[in-house]
């Protein structure tokens, strides 16, 4: 399989500080890949670089395909990142927000309530405006857009926290169905349980570095290939 992302000695600065400090990485396609590591380690500046939204200030990178050192926007499409700023807007409904994603990735309103039943949200949220939501069910439905739009790779930096266990559940759904499909996911995660349930390989970083990395006992994703 080609690889999704390849870094060598990846540099990337916030505020002057090295948040990462030369990492060394290779992700292949339809792989799930866990970062690990204490707060301050680099991953969630790992997945705004992975992303587009970090510029690589040292070192070489690839992801999709894509030059990290020029062609960070070609990438940006090509991608979904769910993190802390959910990037939904607030003065629109649940139903609103869902239309306006779906449109732009070419999705049908079909779709758009399919995700919406995945992530289970009730009709009664739907009509309701983002900022009127708990954090939880707003994480429901940045979740709902990601799954509507299909990216070839899923950043997911925290992605059940703040869930109850029947998000978490359904998140964790999300993810197996996109790896099956052959999309690649990272998560940034300190909900183990969850998180590893998915994970066919695990990453630890810290301080801007790797550290170590193991493979899965067991790949769901590859369970859920030969089921």
């Known amino acids: 399989m080609e690889s999704a992302v390849w870094l060598r000695d990846a540099v990337c600065c916030r505020g002057g500080f090295p948040a990462l400090a030369g990492v060394d990485l290779d992700v292949t396609e339809g792989e799930v890949l866990l970062l690990?590591?204490?707060?301050?380690?680099?991953?969630?500046?790992?997945?705004?670089?992975?992303?587009?939204?970090a510029s690589l200030d040292g070192g070489r990178g690839t992801v999709l395909g894509c030059d990290l050192g020029g062609e960070r926007r070609e990438l940006r499409p090509q991608v979904g990142l769910l993190g802390h700023d959910l990037m939904l807007y607030e003065d629109l409904t649940v139903t609103e927000n869902l239309r306006f994603f779906a449109a732009l990735a070419g999705a049908s309103e079909t779709e758009a309530r399919a995700a919406l039943e995945r992530l289970e949200v009730s009709a009664r949220l739907r009509e309701v405006s983002?900022?009127?939501?708990?954090?939880?069910?707003?994480?429901?439905?940045?979740?709902?857009?990601?799954?509507?739009?299909?990216?070839?790779?899923?950043?997911?930096?925290?992605?059940?926290?703040?869930?109850?266990?029947?998000?978490?559940?359904?998140?964790?759904?999300?993810?197996?169905?996109?790896?099956?499909?052959?999309?690649?996911?990272?998560?940034?995660?300190?909900?183990?349980?969850?998180?590893?349930?998915?994970?066919?390989?695990?990453?630890?970083?810290?301080?801007?570095?790797?550290?170590?990395?193991?493979?899965?006992?067991?790949?769901?994703?590859?369970?859920?290939?030969?089921?």
């Open 36 to 53: 690990r590591g204490p707060n301050g380690a680099g991953k969630t500046t790992l997945l705004r670089l992975l992303a587009g939204l």
């Open 130 to 227: 983002l900022r009127r939501l708990s954090a939880g069910q707003r994480k429901r439905i940045a979740a709902a857009v990601l799954a509507v739009r299909r990216p070839r790779l899923w950043l997911l930096d925290e992605p059940h926290a703040g869930l109850d266990e029947s998000g978490r559940a359904a998140v964790s759904g999300l993810v197996r169905d996109a790896a099956a499909r052959g999309a690649t996911v990272l998560l940034a995660s300190h909900e183990a349980p969850a998180a590893s349930e998915v994970a066919t390989r695990t990453v630890h970083l810290a301080g801007g570095i790797v550290v170590s990395a193991a493979e899965a006992a067991v790949s769901p994703s590859a369970e859920a290939r030969d089921a």
